[in-house]
């Protein structure tokens, strides 16, 4: 039975479910995992995540179809991200495949959450790992959890497609040779001075530039961009930004389903001006369309302007939401069945 909750009007925000998943690390291995009620973490006070924040995480969602099925999008790919990011802050890897079937379990286990088909909320899904023991000395941790918690959320921006207003953001997100391209804590706990700032200024998100030049786009604190210009889908490439599994749907589906010119380039931030429609594309904002960037007191209104999304992002939301809610075929092992 679906609980009794108000789907259509979810912000994105967390309540606790029926169960998380858990594993733990230990003497080199992970062990199998299991279900757990247990909302709260019991941790020595100096371990690894509190003292030099050792953690990554995930992103993914769990949709219920037109014919009632509960499915989840490409989270093969997360599985091979969450492994990429955990190497990279010298975290033991969740196996993939395991990986997987933790998600499906603790989906099917919370199944009851899953928000129905058409309300426009969705379950979140979200997988992390941290640093358990003690650490003083700056290094790696021994042991380490896994886990998995879901919640069911509504938009990530007030207000579900319409357009939002950023700003050009002064503070840096990810330095040209660190830890951008990976999800880890550390990248967020890094945006938060400049998103408070911005939303204290009337901006919805940050445009953040590339460190080194501060001449070409990078993304957002939790979102990559897109831009449209004619038939084209210009996606900023940088390896300091994060390989969104959206934008890289996005991608395809606007080549091979709107027959779409596609470039994943470098974008410089006086090209901007001169784009018609842009959008953030991940996870929780799916596609979110920007009206306006304002860049150190100028404005530049895209011309798809602050009412609606544009003709283009509306298309390719609405494709990629169809897929994921198996409305329009999808590209093969792109939706993964649960239930
Ligand atoms: N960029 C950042 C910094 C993010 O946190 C996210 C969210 O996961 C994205 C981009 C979008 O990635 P994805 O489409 O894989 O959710
Ligand atoms: C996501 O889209 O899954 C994210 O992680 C973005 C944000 C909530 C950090």
């Not at 479910?17 to 995992?33: I, L, M, P, Q, R």
Request: with cysteine; glycine share 10%; hydrophobic share 35%.
């Amino acid at each position: 039975m679906s609980k009794n909750i108000d789907w259509s009007n979810l912000g994105f925000g967390y309540m606790p479910t029926d169960c998380s998943f858990v594993s733990n690390f230990k003497n080199g291995a992970w062990d199998e995992g299991e279900l757990t009620t247990d909302h709260n973490i019991v941790l020595n006070e100096c371990a690894g995540v509190f003292q030099y924040a050792q953690t990554v995480f995930e992103g993914l969602k769990a949709y219920t179809t037109k014919d009632g099925d509960i499915v989840t999008f490409r989270p093969d790919l997360n599985a091979s991200r969450l492994a990429d990011s955990a190497r990279r802050l010298k975290i033991p890897p969740y196996d993939e495949a395991k990986f997987i079937e933790a998600v499906k379990k603790v989906v099917l286990a919370n199944a009851d959450y899953v928000p129905p088909y058409g309300s426009g909320a969705t379950l979140y899904i979200r997988p992390y790992i941290m640093g358990t023991n003690a650490v003083i000395g700056v290094k790696p941790a021994d042991e380490y959890q896994f886990r998995i918690l879901v919640t069911p959320v509504g938009p990530y921006f007030k207000g579900g497609a319409k357009p939002i207003s950023i700003r050009v953001c002064d503070y840096d997100r990810a330095a040209p040779h660190g830890t951008g391209n990976i999800k880890a804590g550390l990248n967020y706990a890094m945006s938060l001075y400049a998103i408070v700032e911005a939303h204290e200024q009337g901006f919805d998100e940050n445009m953040y530039l590339d460190a080194a030049t501060r001449t070409k786009v990078e993304e957002t604190g939790g979102a990559n961009f897109i831009f449209i210009k004619g038939n084209k889908l210009i996606t900023p490439k940088s390896n300091s930004i994060l390989p969104s599994i959206t934008r890289r749907s996005l991608c395809i589906v606007a080549e091979k389903y709107l027959g779409m010119e596609v470039e994943h380039r470098e974008v410089f931030f006086d090209e901007v001006k001169d784009m018609d429609e842009c959008g953030l594309c991940g996870t929780a904002a799916v596609i979110s369309p920007v009206g306006r960037i304002n860049d150190h007191g100028k404005d530049i209104f895209l011309p798809s302007g602050m009412t609606e999304m544009g003709p283009v992002c509306t298309k390719l939301r609405e494709t990629l939401t169809g897929i994921q809610m198996g409305t329009i075929e999808a590209p093969e092992g792109w939706i993964v069945k649960i239930k």
